[in-house]
């Protein structure tokens, strides 16, 4: 019965290292190795385990169910199932911890070694606490994980060297226990393997990002090319015709309008980089254009509040850090986003500017005072938008969004650019499943267990995406009117 169980341990084990290696159905066989076959070893080992004489019935059944949890948790994590989080708790908050300090501190008293045992126990305790941060993406992870890694060994090494000294008939070291302790760091690389992300998907978020920041300062300079013109318009024919001088300052004062929303996104987004990266233990705080070894090059600028500032992602260490991201952008559920995160503020900041820049192009007066440089009367053309978060395709987000401004008091010569600009802004807010997740928010597809450059690059594509709907939207003001 042995022998045909350590043969289903074996096959458990063999299924995890199908992660990574491109075998067709690959997540199949993980499936079965971790959601069939470990169980039945774990309970074919604990029905074995007893009949131990010497006792130690509840450390098996705690390692057995430790085990279990933990294997059957890194198999939802890693197929993105829900309830994830609930079984990998379970697992190293109470499982774990609990059949570290039984197995530690039995026969504690009557011990040669109790500061050996102190320090394997604690920190072995620690070492689940910061496994359990690190996979559930809570701050801190780090920093309790340096503490305990050595606290642990230490421990464990001490142990060891003891071992002469120890009480043969305490000891847990059974083969049962041995055969399951040698499980779990085999399912540790499974589920961190299954979550890891190559050095050449990171370097291409890092060109990525690069080219995206490039983009979107061409896109500012060719809304401030407009903004150039229009400001120059006005001081030409300020004195000489004060009708036109009138009308251009009507527009610019929407342009400002437009501009001064557009800052308040660029610099709200920028302060999630830079949160994102401070909080994965890189230095922001200098600012060097141009060096290598800094990754701020040119720091968010109030005077200049439209221009992002400029990053150098090669200088990141933790590129591939996930945890900070997806805690501080998403929270713990891809299809709940935590309303007090970065993501869900993002998401609302997005969808009001969207419907100010487009109403703020569509309402306007025909008649301008040339006196006041206002509006005579109500405007001739007005325009309130509704959210469309919701499509099937491109050509139902065309239809819904053409119906919306074909609905309203729009003028005939901007409904085309109207809509350009609305659908260019537009995310689709649910997505029926992604991963196995039903009905998951654009924030949790976006970020979900995005490492620290890959939720950079796209933030930067936000920004760069928001200075070409800016620029399209001073272009078209500015072509309402001839300077000259």
Known sequence: MRNVNAFIGALAIASSFVIGSGIPFGGIVLAVGLGIALPLFLLIQFITDIKDKNGFWLLNLLTSLGLWTFGTGALFKIMHWPGSGILLTAALFMFFPLAILIAVFRGFVASKNKLARIFAGFGGYALSMGILFKIMHWPGSTEILSFSLPAFALGLLSIAILWKNMDKASSVLNSGFILKSLMLPVLLMTLFLGLRVSKSILDSFVAIEDNTQKSAIVQLDRGNVYVSEMKAGFIENKSENKAKAAKINYYNVKIANIDAKTAELIKFIDEIKIDIIKKSGEFVDGEKMYDKETIVWKKYDTKDPLRPSRLNLVAIMAKDQYDVPMHEIIGEEINNPAPNKHGLKLWKMLNNYRSFVVEEVGTFHTSIDSTTEKGVGAPNFSLKTKLINNFRDNMDLDKQVYAMLKGSNVSPE?????????????????????????????????????????????LTTLQSEILNARATAVGHLRSKIALK
């Open 414 to 458: 901007d409904l085309n650019i109207l809509k350009q600009i609305y659908m260019e802004l537009t995310k689709q807010e649910r997505f029926e499943e992604v991963n196995d997740v039903k009905n998951v928010h654009w924030i949790g597809k976006t970020f979900d267990h995005s490492p620290l450059v890959g939720a950079l690059a796209s």
